[in-house]
C-alpha cells in the first residue's frame, strides 16, 4: 500500500539552483496537489491539478512550476532557490474534490 | 480575515479530559468540512469528515453550525496518543483550490 510517495525526503539547496520534487500515488486519483507549510501559516496551496495534462495555481505559485504527465505523477519544480522557499512541500490526492486527501510523508527543504 | 481560523493552542489537558476545539470559516459557499490529525514532523491524516447532522467516531464527535460558520471537534477521555495537531479543512466543492487548512490546533495530553 504505498498511496502517495515523495521524492526526495530532504534536500538542501543553494540560492538560485533548481530542482524537482516528484510524487507519485497509485490510488487511480484525478486530483493531485502541492502544499508548502510553514510554522503558523499553516498549509498553502502551490499548485494543483484536476487530471493528467491539467495545472492550476493555487494560492502561493510563484517561484513554482509543475506538470502532470501522467495521471499518477505531479512534478513540482524550483527554477531558481531562494531562501524564502524553505519549507517543508506535502503533496497530496484525492479522488475528487470533497473527498479524503491523501498526503505524502513530505520534503523537508532548505535553501542556503 | 483567515479563510480558516483556529486557536493555535497549545491545550495542555490531563488523560481523561474532554477538550473541545472550534474552527470558523469565512465562507459561507463551504460544503466540505474535515479534521486531519497531524503528529509532529509527519503528514497530516484524515480524523474525520464532518456532516452536517453532526457525527461521532468512538471518543470524538464533529459538529458543523452552518449559521454561525463554525466546526468543532470534541475529544472525550483523552489518551495520551492523542497528543498532535488538529487541522480543521474547508472545500468548496467543485472548486479544487479551495482545500483550505486551518492553521491547526495543537494538543498535548500528560499523565
Known amino acids: 500500500n504505498a498511496g502517495v510517495t515523495q521524492t526526495p525526503k530532504f534536500r538542501v539547496l543553494k540560492t538560485g539552483q533548481s530542482m524537482t520534487l516528484l510524487c507519485a500515488q497509485d490510488?487511480?486519483?484525478?486530483?493531485m496537489y502541492w502544499y508548502r507549510q510553514d510554522p503558523g501559516m499553516g498549509l498553502r496551496l502551490i499548485h494543483y491539478s484536476v487530471g493528467e495534462g491539467t495545472t492550476a495555481k493555487g494560492e502561493v505559485p510563484d517561484g513554482y512550476n509543475v506538470s502532470r504527465l501522467k495521471k499518477q505523477n505531479f512534478l513540482l519544480g524550483l527554477e531558481s532557490a531562494a531562501p524564502s522557499q524553505t519549507s517543508v512541500y506535502f503533496c497530496?490526492?484525492?479522488?475528487?474534490?470533497?473527498?479524503?486527501?491523501?498526503f505524502g510523508q513530505g520534503t523537508r527543504l532548505t535553501v542556503v | 480575515r483567515k479563510e480558516v481560523e483556529q486557536d493555535p493552542g497549545p491545550f495542555n489537558v490531563p488523560e481523561g479530559a474532554t477538550v473541545a476545539f472550534n474552527c470558523t470559516y469565512s465562507?459561507?459557499?463551504?460544503?466540505?468540512f474535515f479534521w486531519y490529525r497531524q503528529d509532529c514532523r509527519k503528514e497530516p491524516k484524515l480524523l474525520m469528515s464532518v456532516y452536517s447532522s453532526g457525527n461521532e467516531d468512538g471518543r470524538f464527535t464533529a459538529q458543523l453550525n452552518r449559521a454561525s460558520q463554525y466546526i468543532s471537534l470534541l475529544i472525550r477521555d483523552s489518551k495520551l496518543s492523542d497528543s498532535a495537531t488538529y487541522l480543521c479543512?474547508?472545500?468548496?466543492?467543485?472548486?479544487?483550490?479551495?482545500?483550505?487548512f486551518g492553521t491547526g490546533t495543537r494538543l498535548q495530553v500528560t499523565l
Open positions: 490510488m487511480n486519483h484525478e486530483y
Open positions: 479543512v474547508v472545500s468548496l466543492t467543485g472548486t479544487a483550490s479551495k482545500l483550505t
Open positions: 497530496a490526492s484525492s479522488y475528487q474534490v470533497g473527498t479524503e486527501a491523501f
Open positions: 465562507n459561507s459557499a463551504s460544503q466540505s
